[in-house]
């Protein structure tokens, strides 16, 4: 069977849950094609391929994981209009001790990962002269102010950061290459009231935004061509204070 060939799509690693599948339905809603990664099956999954998108399984806190992923990609995408990097793996510093070669993990999924898929997809996003193409790092706000429970995870946040400012200056002028840092962006269920109350307290506006602003910075990116090489907290305030 021919492989079903995508142009112009947009690929979106992590998009099976929270803020993932949510830009994930915001680019179906849009009428862009979309190819997304995803780790653990879902229910999210198996409905986002209902409403056309192509979903690729792919573990990419390894390295033979990120290399399925990037054949996957090419074997279905003639082209692509943007690459947004949301696979992320949380772990604090108390399950590394445990669990040591989890850091690698972490790293694969933060830096290797998005430094080898954007080598390998470099020839899809410049396959459209045409108009600028876009890759944007999805990182964490607490990278300008470091997490004494999260060192190991914040360090390869920051890594992905910098790897951005240097694939900006490789990448121009035809691939605009960004970066949006989070903060408290939505809650988990199991939150308890006094957690979400410190949290809240950790930035200016003091109020837990939901899904929608990070994807609002995802079209400003997408839409403006005049930004590059840039980070964009997205923080309410958070690394002011």
């Not at 990097?85 to 790293?107: C, G």
């Amino acid at each position: 069977m021919t492989p079903r060939m995508l142009h112009k799509a947009i690929l979106l690693t992590g998009g099976g849950q929270r803020l993932g599948l949510y830009h994930a339905e915001r680019i179906l809603d849009h009428g862009w094609p979309l190819i997304v990664t995803y780790r653990t099956p879902r229910a999210s999954i198996e409905h986002l391929v209902s409403r056309g998108a192509l979903a690729i399984k792919a573990d990419l806190s390894s390295v033979d994981g990120i290399a399925s992923c990037i054949q996957a990609v090419q074997m279905h995408a003639a082209s692509l209009r943007a690459i947004i990097h949301n696979a992320s793996l949380w772990l604090d510093d108390a399950h590394i001790a445990q669990h040591p070669t989890d850091f690698a993990a972490m790293l694969h999924v933060h830096v290797h990962a998005p430094y080898t898929i954007n080598l390998a997809c470099e020839p899809l996003l410049r396959s459209d002269s045409s108009q600028l193409n876009d890759i944007i790092h999805i990182s964490d706000t607490g990278v300008r102010c470091g997490d004494a429970h999260h060192a190991a995870y914040m360090a390869s946040k920051a890594a992905l950061e910098n790897l951005s400012l240097s694939f900006a200056a490789r990448f121009a002028p035809h691939i605009k290459v960004n970066t949006i840092a989070p903060g408290l962006i939505l809650f988990n269920e199991s939150d308890d009231a006094d957690y979400r109350q410190q949290r809240l307290q950790q930035s200016l506006l003091g109020f837990e935004p939901g899904a929608h602003v990070v994807w609002q910075t995802i079209e400003c990116l997408l839409n403006n061509p005049y930004i590059t090489g840039a980070t964009l907290p997205v923080d309410g305030g958070r690394h002011l204070k």
